[in-house]
């Protein structure tokens, strides 16, 4: 039988600043990628994303990016492997705390923005981020883009990986994404959820400028920010289900 895992981005907002529809995605997940206070989130927002989680059963993943509020973390920063190793050690160490409060554990890691980019196509970035990780929970999953840095070295030193592939973004040919969407808006909920089937089915996406490629994936993210994501969330849960794709944590597949 067909299984994947349904992740999303939460625990964005912070201060006066709401972002995303957390409580209304949690629904429709089964991982949340939590914002660790460099990118986005706040400790009241990380721990009440936490309080969430928990209450609907979803696994918790630390969301680490670099230390970029203004830009969301989405613009590219030229740090250390050692900085990197610094920054993602300081992110899932305050996140991992408001889980031991609440008695839950961190399953995952998912790279936030531009260093989830950047470390896709840097091997010394991406070992950083890995050893990191290893260090902190050696059973810690990683996400990771088919065919990037992070896959191949967290392969070569045995660390959990989840290959990743995402509903609301388009891929490129080599199974990356673009960072930003392209194209038109999101109209047709129906013809994405398929979209999401057939990558989980057939193991192939129609990239943005479309090509039909090969992809795998393990765990699916849908972004909470992007417009009407909820609806867009219930129509790919109700498709994989009636495709016979059985939802599931990520920590019960790897």
């Known amino acids: 039988m067909f299984k994947v895992d349904l992740n999303c981005d939460m625990g964005e907002s912070f201060g006066l600043y709401e972002l995303?529809?957390?409580?209304?995605?949690?629904?429709?997940?089964?991982?949340?990628?939590?914002?660790?206070?460099?990118?986005?989130?706040?400790?009241?927002?990380?721990?009440?994303?936490v309080e969430l989680a928990k209450k609907y059963d979803v696994g918790i993943g630390a969301h680490p990016g670099f230390p970029d509020l203004l830009g969301f973390g989405r613009r590219y920063m030229t740090c250390t492997p050692s900085e990197i190793k610094d920054y993602v050690m300081y992110q899932v160490g305050a996140l991992r705390e408001f889980c031991s409060a609440e008695n839950v554990r961190i399953q995952h890691c998912k790279p936030h923005g531009a260093l989830f980019m950047k470390a896709a196509e840097d091997k010394a970035l991406a070992r950083a981020i890995l050893e990191t990780i290893h260090a902190i929970d050696p059973k810690m999953i990683i996400f990771a883009l088919n065919q990037s840095e992070v896959m191949?070295?967290?392969?070569?030193?045995?660390?959990?990986?989840?290959?990743?592939?995402?509903?609301?973004?388009?891929?490129?040919?080599?199974?990356?994404?673009?960072?930003?969407?392209?194209?038109?808006?999101?109209?047709?909920?129906?013809?994405?959820?398929?979209?999401?089937?057939?990558?989980?089915?057939?193991?192939?996406?129609?990239?943005?400028?479309?090509?039909?490629?090969?992809?795998?994936?393990?765990?699916?993210?849908?972004?909470?920010?992007?417009?009407?994501?909820?609806?867009?969330?219930?129509?790919?849960?109700?498709?994989?289900?009636?495709?016979?794709?059985?939802?599931?944590?990520?920590?019960?597949?790897?």
């Open 20 to 49: 995303g529809n957390d409580e209304e995605m949690m629904k429709y997940i089964t991982s949340a990628n939590i914002a660790c206070g460099f990118h986005a989130g706040d400790p009241h927002v990380m721990r009440k994303t």
């Open 152 to 254: 191949e070295e967290a392969i070569k030193m045995g660390v959990p990986v989840a290959k990743e592939a995402y509903a609301d973004r388009e891929h490129t040919e080599n199974g990356s994404i673009v960072l930003t969407r392209k194209g038109t808006q999101i109209t047709d909920y129906e013809a994405m959820a398929q979209r999401v089937v057939r990558m989980v089915k057939e193991e192939r996406v129609i990239t943005y400028d479309g090509k039909d490629v090969s992809i795998k994936a393990e765990t699916i993210c849908i972004h909470g920010d992007t417009p009407g994501a909820p609806i867009l969330a219930k129509k790919i849960v109700e498709a994989l289900k009636e495709g016979g794709v059985e939802i599931v944590s990520i920590k019960s597949m790897i």
